[in-house]
């Protein structure tokens, strides 16, 4: 490979995250040759100043570091063997979504074709990067990161983790495993407001005050489930009943209350584990497979 002068990278894969990565580089100065499987979703990248790289291989002689953002790990194998023979010498850093093992096992397939390897977990408002709360978790040979990192460092603030090449994407998942009924909540909430007749608007102050005090519950339910899920036997009645009002509080105007008996289901198992055993059962064990 050729003796680089500039600071280059190559981004494969320009869905929203993808664009929005080239986008970022080429804004702190980085020449950017750019690949996608749909050649149109390039042209905005392109007139913005990136290079257009027509296959795989091309996109792969051009640079050193390759970042991928695809849907997922199997992606990534359909379009690295396109330009296989060009992976060695590459660093390639992924930071598509998929599960730990899958992570780990797509690092030894890259590294036993030559290239080295950084898993990546990309933690974003949407496909803003730039926002303040937006950061990317990072995993894989330490070595590799330090080398790289003021290259990667315009895609969002950098968080090194560990050599577990599957480590960012522990994070990455947990962080979504909170996100995603959160949404569904947020849906919920937001329905039976409307539902009710009132506006949707009026309410978000509220809910946004309210998320305040989430740190303080996290750093209580951390502490608590580090010990082994220590909680009281009345707390689990208290939040057993809560979650029957939010039902009848969604049926009430005909919103579709699942997640609240989701909830609720958890509460009633942690109660009867706990009358079975004698001693307050928390739902943190049930969720381990104890209890």
Do not use: C
Request: charged share 20%; aromatic share 8%.
């Amino acid at each position: 490979m050729s003796e680089q002068t500039t600071r280059s990278v190559s981004v494969l894969g320009l869905g929203p995250m993808g664009q929005a990565m080239a986008r970022a580089f080429l804004a702190a100065g980085t020449e950017v040759t750019v690949w996608n499987r749909t050649p149109a979703k390039a042209q905005a990248l392109v007139e913005a100043g990136a290079l257009r790289a027509e296959t795989v291989t091309e996109a792969l002689a051009a640079n050193d570091v390759i970042v991928l953002s695809l849907t997922h790990y199997a992606a990534m194998y359909e379009v690295l063997e396109q330009g296989v023979d060009r992976l060695p010498g590459t660093i390639v850093v992924n930071l598509s979504s998929d599960s730990p093992d899958k992570t780990r096992a797509g690092a030894a397939w890259v590294r036993a074709r030559g290239a080295e390897f950084l898993s990546g977990g990309v933690m974003s408002a949407g496909d803003d990067i730039a926002h303040p709360a937006s950061y990317i978790l990072y995993s894989g040979p330490r070595e590799v990161f330090d080398a790289h990192a003021d290259l990667l460092r315009p895609l969002s603030p950098a968080e090194y983790l560990g050599a577990d090449d599957g480590l960012a994407q522990i994070y990455y998942q947990a962080m979504l495993t909170i996100f995603h009924p959160w949404l569904l909540a947020f849906d919920q909430a937001t329905a039976v407001i409307e539902r009710s007749g009132h506006d949707i608007a009026g309410f978000v102050p509220f809910a946004v005050r309210a998320s305040a005090a989430f740190p303080y519950f996290m750093k209580l339910s951390a502490a608590a489930n580090a010990a082994g899920g220590q909680v009281d036997s009345a707390m689990l009645r208290m939040m057993e009943a809560g979650a029957q009002h939010v039902i009848d509080a969604s049926s009430e105007v005909g919103v579709d209350a699942t997640l609240s008996h989701a909830a609720q289901g958890f509460w009633r198992r942690a109660i009867v584990a706990s009358e079975q055993q004698g001693r307050a059962v928390s739902t943190y064990e049930l969720i381990r497979g104890e209890g």
